[in-house]
Structure formats: C-alpha cells, structure tokens
C-alpha cells in the first residue's frame, strides 16, 4: 500500500525531479506546499510560471536574463576582452558574488559528455568561436569544473581557440584554506602544483 494519497505522491515526484532533491526534502517541500494558504500557493505558482516564461537565453553570452541582452553584457563599464567560460548560469552568480572579475562570460549550457550523447556541437562553443572574432576578445578564461567532462570540455575549447591567437587562461584549482594536504586528492595536488604563483 502506497504512503501517501496519489496526489501527494505525485507533488513529492515532481520535486525529486529537481537536482540534489531526494525523497525526504520532496516530502517536506510538498507537506510544505499543502500548509500554504490559497494565495501563498497562488504566489508560488505564478513565480515559477512567471519566471519560465520571463527568464530566457542572452543573446551575446548564453547567461539567464529578462531582455535579450543579460544585465553584465548590456553593461558598459565592462571588460569585453576579457571573457570568462563557465558550464551553467549558476557559476556566473558565483562569480558576481566576489565583485572581482570586471569581464564578461561566456555560458556553455554543459559540458561535452561523449556518455550522455553531448558533443561540441551541443553546448554553445560555436558562438563563443564568433565572439571572440567579432569582439576582438584578448583573453578567454576557461572556468569550467575540475571534473573528467569539464576538463575534456577545457581542452577541447582551448584546441579550437588556440589558431585565433587569443590568450588562454584556465581557472587554477588547488588545496582549499584550512585543509590538509593529506587528504587531497591526486587532482586536486596537480592543479594546485600547476596553479602555484610566485609568493
């Protein structure tokens, strides 16, 4: 016999569905929907409809935005020389959060994961081969994650751009603060070796 009553059931589903949500948060995401009034659910639902709806591609660099530019590429105080290609709009918030880079991105929108059927032509490279041609781009900071698929997707962009001439950077990765040598891992060591600068 099933836990919950059908519909119940199938709002805890559809929460799973979201990345990192297991059944015991898509259980209290759904209790937590059914103890909201009529118009706190209403609310709800328009945001996310809104926000679906609103939210879509920037034209120049891929990241979410309202308008067709994005908000850091309508920006003129902005380095356009220097850009910054990472995986997923989300890393763009990570960035902004520091206030310390003052160029633009570039969003993939994915890695290339021969396994899940992606390959370069999936993701947005192509565009990024046009931007740097068309915006006379000095420096391409490669930012994507340190794992098997983000550093094929590294190589590969740093193969294709290589003929332009522009320089290539790739985000140094290495041992966190406070931790112990000891526990990191053999890539981990690699990267923060190759990242090393002068102290």
């Known amino acids: 016999m099933n836990e919950f009553i ?4 199938k709002m805890v589903e559809a929460f799973r569905r979201l990345p990192g949500v297991g059944r015991k948060s898509a259980e209290r995401m759904a209790f937590g929907i059914l103890g909201m009034s009529e118009a706190e659910t209403k609310d709800f639902l ?67 994961n021969p396994r899940n059927g992606i390959g370069p032509d999936d993701i947005n490279i192509a565009s990024l081969i046009d931007r740097i041609q068309k915006d006379g781009v000095s420096e391409v900071m490669i930012a994507t994650n340190a794992t098997v698929e983000g ?6 962009i740093s193969r294709v751009i290589k003929p332009t001439g522009v320089k290539i950077t790739r985000l140094a990765y290495g041992i966190p603060v406070g931790a112990d040598l000891e526990y990191a891992d053999k890539l981990t060591l690699l990267r923060a070796i190759e990242g090393r600068r002068e102290f």
């Not at 059908?6 to 059931?9: M, N, Q, S, T």
């Open 46 to 112: 328009y945001a996310i409809s809104n926000g679906k709806e609103s939210i879509r591609p920037c034209a120049c660099c891929g990241n979410i935005s309202e308008t067709d530019l994005c908000p850091i590429c309508a920006d003129e105080s902005r380095d356009k020389k220097t850009v910054c290609v990472v995986e997923d709009s989300k890393a763009v918030l990570t960035f902004e959060k520091i206030k310390e880079f003052k160029g633009v991105y570039h969003v993939l929108g994915g890695v290339i």
């Open 6 to 9: 059908l519909p119940l059931e």
């Open 151 to 156: 550093e094929a997707t590294a190589m590969y």
